[in-house]
């Protein structure tokens, strides 16, 4: 503070926020001539890009919701009444699904593509991704935002990219054993899968020469326990990144020192935190615990303003060891699939932590089985956990792992082990919650 009781900004801050208001000013113009939804949605609100004299002012522009975007894609298909550019100018479509299974489809320009790459690169930098490095890509390759991006991301930095995708992990561990210097990019599930693949196959993970992972796409890499798991099975640090298949391929990176993920986006994507109950703004500090919403500052055909990710994500601290500045932060899950149970929000991935906390008396595999929708369930939650070959006393892990979760989440829970690989397994996102009708009512 200064003597005037004023906060003083580093002038890295306050170059940034000048930069992004410019931007924001300049794509909100463009939507408004160039998108009949926003057009629309901003008139109806009574705001426009002449109230823009600050980025705090972005907090009285209207969110923009996942299910207005389906809306406006139904309404004016393939890409939706909020696209600016038409068919002619996209050079390329991906797709995110939601629980209907019907693809939202997301535009490229040439430009849109310019950004994302260099913006998931930035990402990719700061987790450590150095030109001598080969990328053994395991995620999805097709359709998904963190794939083609990702490639072009790995060879704007330089390094050698191996697409080797989704369906194929003996390919996977065929070229680990033959490729030197190699980083696995894969989500957090996928990871513990397949070094449990490589042990069945006689084969130690932590020799196949993986220098470190990078994991995204489901919370779990940074869950101390899962982390702690998929690290020793590979002997290699992990890293997590954060993006949003609407927004961008991946805005958030962490850096070597695995205390949160920093918003190495920020030059292209602003974002907020929002109270997911009320969208009252959440300011960035210590322990915040909050929605993020974005708002895409430079693209060319599916700008998106206050767009409400539904990913909850805690702040761990501001500043960092590494010298970068801004919040750290953690994704503990997604609004839409957390439980409340007795009042108290539960996050499946949060569960999963504790029962990989007891690896390898268990797999680390684990399912909340609902007997009808959520979010509010009756107690106690039950939760099916696969116990290891050699457990002797089924009944003393159970009561265990039942106590552990009462301590640390303070919720009721029933556990039911099962044999190892009775829980689907998953090369994308694993399910770890599964609806499950009573006998007497399927």
Known sequence: MTAAGTVTVPAAARDLAELQLAKLRRQVVYLEERSPFYREKLASAGVGSGDLDSLEALARFPFTTKQEIRDAQVAAPPLGRHACVGLEDVVRLHASTGTTGAPSWVGVTARDAEVWTELTASSFRVQGIRRDDVVVHAAGLTLFVGGLPARDAIERIGATFVPIGTGASEKVLAAMQTLGRTVLHATPSYAVYLAEVARERGLDPRTLGVRKLTVGGEPGGGEPSTRARIEADWGAPVTEGLGNADVA???????????????????????????????????????????????????????????????????????????????????????????????????PSAIRDLVSELHPQTTGAMQVVLREPGPGVAPPLHVEVERADDVADEAALAARLEELVRGRLTVPVRVELVPPGSIPRSQMKTALVRLDAPEEER
């Open 249 to 347: 391929p991946i805005i958030w990176g962490e850096c070597e020192h695995q205390q949160g993920m920093h918003l190495t986006g920020a030059e292209w994507v602003h974002a907020e935190l929002v109270d997911p109950e009320t969208g009252e703004a959440v300011p960035w500090e210590e322990g915040a615990e909050a929605e993020l919403v974005y708002t895409a500052l430079e693209r060319e055909c599916c700008g998106l303003l206050r767009f409400r990710t539904r990913d909850r994500v805690r702040v761990l601290g501001l500043g960092c060891a590494c010298g970068r500045p801004g919040p750290r932060i953690r994704c503990v899950g997604r609004t839409d699939d957390m439980l409340i149970v007795l009042g108290v929000n539960v996050f």
